[in-house]
């Protein structure tokens, strides 16, 4: 194999050897990459994608890595997208149509479509990363979820090079879940996400924090502001303490399970869905079972949210999931019910 200090490949993309991945991940696990390109153009992307075909190597594409656990050294490329550019596609009187390239920042491009006065984005303020990856496990927080404003996603396939574009159904939707995390896991690179966003805003005030800090006449700005201020005063930004956000996902449970539960543990938070089933607040749960500012290998759960793993040690991914497999077993013991991590695991 091909094997050198820098190289330039194709389409003059400079392909490095032996990278250090700690500021490519929010956690700041220390892991290094054997092969790393950053691409700000499809044809450097090409020949990111050529190089490692040509010398076998496995692809791992990265937006800002906030929501990775990297157990190890990646034997094979890292591919940062850091394509850009936002393009309006088309507009009638309710609507616009926007193309956004995958390197574009999250949270830029909520302000840039609030600055237009396009909406459906507020809520999700704030969220880290970048948009090639909000379909991934359809980003959401504060009562909205990014499907509901996606028209389709632009894809590379990693191994033809082909181009291909994905309607909003054919990513199969659900709950931080999409196409992307199953049969088309490490298959496409998403080069950009068209949304179609609203000229007269339809405000989400569902969840208890936002409903109770604005009023029926609060504008999508009163919320962008609420949920940037809630956001601040709960979650540790990833340059403060090393995060990757929820660390688990909020399980989901069939009517008889949540009855059960609620007997035994009357102060149980849980939200209902439709069909009687219910989603349990994961912190909750590992709050009572004593798990908040508890360390194990010096990696520590958040002492203000428990669905938080931090790592001020810079500890390796290895130790990060020895702490999550100790919080899964005890949840699993104390209520019979199953965390799953919500980062992608490497
Ligand atoms: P990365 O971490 O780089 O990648 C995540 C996954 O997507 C990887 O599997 C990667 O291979 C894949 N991927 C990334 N870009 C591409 C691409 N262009 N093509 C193909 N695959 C790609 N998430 C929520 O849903 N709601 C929240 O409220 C929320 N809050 C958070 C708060 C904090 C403090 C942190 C650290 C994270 C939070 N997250 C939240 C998780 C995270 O912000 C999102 O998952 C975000 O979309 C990740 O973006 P990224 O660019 O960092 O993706
Ligand atoms: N709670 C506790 N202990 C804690 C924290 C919370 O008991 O330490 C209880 C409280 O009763 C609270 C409830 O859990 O009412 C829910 O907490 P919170 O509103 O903070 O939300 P969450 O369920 O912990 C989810 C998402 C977040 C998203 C927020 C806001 C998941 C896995 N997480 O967190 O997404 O920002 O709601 O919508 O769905 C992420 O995915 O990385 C993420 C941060």
Redesign the pocket.
């Known amino acids: 194999m091909q094997k050198i200090g820098e190289i330039t490949s194709n389409n003059e993309v400079l392909i490095q050897t032996d990278v250090s991945l700690q500021a ?3 956690l700041a696990v220390p892991a290094k990459a054997a092969y790393f390109s950053r691409c700000s153009s499809v044809p450097q992307l090409l020949g990111s994608l050529d190089f490692a075909k040509s010398n076998g190597l496995s692809v ?9 656990v990297l157990s190890g050294d990646y034997d094979g490329m890292v591919v940062l ?1 850091r394509l850009t550019g936002i393009e309006l596609v088309s507009e009638n009187s309710e609507s616009v149509v926007v193309d956004v390239a ?2 574009e920042n ?1 949270h830029d491009f909520v302000g840039y479509a609030l600055e237009r006065a396009w909406f459906g984005l507020e809520n ?1 303020a704030l ?4 948009v ?3 379909p ?6 504060y009562g909205v979820e990014v499907k509901d404003s996606i028209e389709a996603v632009h ?1 590379l396939d990693i191994e033809s090079g082909q181009v291909r574009i994905l309607s909003n159904s054919d990513c199969q939707f659900a709950y ?1 879940d999409s196409i ?2 199953h049969a088309l ?2 298959k ?4 950009s996400v068209v949304f179609r966003l609203l000229k007269t805003a339809q405000l989400t005030l569902t969840y208890p924090a936002l409903a109770a800090n604005l009023t029926a006449s609060a504008c999508p700005i009163d919320v962008y502001n609420a949920v940037c201020q809630i ?1 601040a005063s709960k ?4 340059d403060d303490i090393p ?4 660390f688990f996902k909020n399980p989901v449970v069939d009517q008889d399970k949540h009855r059960q539960l609620t007997a035994l543990f009357p102060s149980i938070v849980a939200f209902p869905l439709d069909g009687g089933s219910a989603k349990l607040a994961a912190a909750w749960l590992i709050e009572q079972c004593g798990w908040k500012d508890k360390s194990v290998d010096a990696v520590y759960v958040h002492r203000d949210q428990a669905l ?1 793993i931090v790592n001020p040690n810079f500890k390796s991914g290895n130790s990060i999931l020895k702490m999550a497999a100790a919080i899964q077993a005890d949840v699993k013991s104390t209520y019979d019910v199953v965390l799953e991590i ?3 695991v ?1």
């Open positions: 490519h991940n929010s791992l594409v990265l937006g800002e890595g906030s929501n990775i997208n995958a390197g999250w999700l969220i880290p990363g970048l090639g990856a909000a991934i496990q359809n980003i959401g927080a894809v931080r992307f995390k896991s490490a496409y690179v998403i080069t956001r979650l540790p930004m990833p995060n990757a956000g929820s938080v919500e980062p992608r490497y």
